[in-house]
């Protein structure tokens, strides 16, 4: 299994470069959106460790919303969906002691590899 490190290396290859093309969408709201998807080799392991990183990334400046959910057709597959303020600002996280730590703290509750997934908000609605 990949230690802590070399897993958010490899999303940070995955995050540096947003997509420029033309979504034909308003850019009235800057809004980066990511996925992660975890699938567990020991889901009550991987839940008390990513509980703990949203709760604690929920607090981090540039974050607008995190959720973590739970597969209801895949037993230990676990969704985390973040919203940020801008691409800075979810750059900036993943280059955080905060996902390194996560990242670390996932080595032997995996089955494979997360699936993370940068995102478009092409519907996106401010509440505030």
């Known amino acids: 299994m990949r230690d802590g490190y070399e897993m958010v290396d490899d999303l940070r290859d995955t995050?540096?470069?947003?997509?420029?093309?033309?979504?034909?969408?308003?850019?009235?709201?800057?809004?980066?959106?990511?996925?992660?998807?975890?699938d567990a080799s020991d889901a009550a392991g991987l839940h008390a460790v990513l509980s703990?990183?949203?709760v604690l990334t929920?607090?981090?400046?540039?974050?607008?919303?995190?959720?973590?959910c739970a597969s209801v057709?895949?037993?230990?597959?676990?969704?985390?969906v973040q919203k940020w303020d801008d691409a800075a600002a979810q750059r900036s996280h993943f280059d955080s002691a905060l996902m390194v730590?996560?990242?670390?703290?996932?080595?032997?509750?995996?089955a494979s590899a997360p699936d993370i997934d940068l995102w478009d908000g092409l519907s996106a609605h401010d509440l505030n």
């Open 73 to 80: 057709t895949q037993p230990g597959r676990m969704l985390i």
């Open 52 to 54: 703990k990183y949203v």
């Open 58 to 68: 929920r607090m981090v400046e540039g974050c607008r919303n995190v959720d973590l």
């Open 15 to 38: 995050m540096d470069e947003p997509s420029t093309e033309d979504t034909g969408v308003d850019d009235e709201i800057e809004l980066a959106m990511v996925t992660m998807r975890f």
């Open 101 to 110: 730590e996560m990242a670390e703290a996932c080595d032997g509750l995996l």
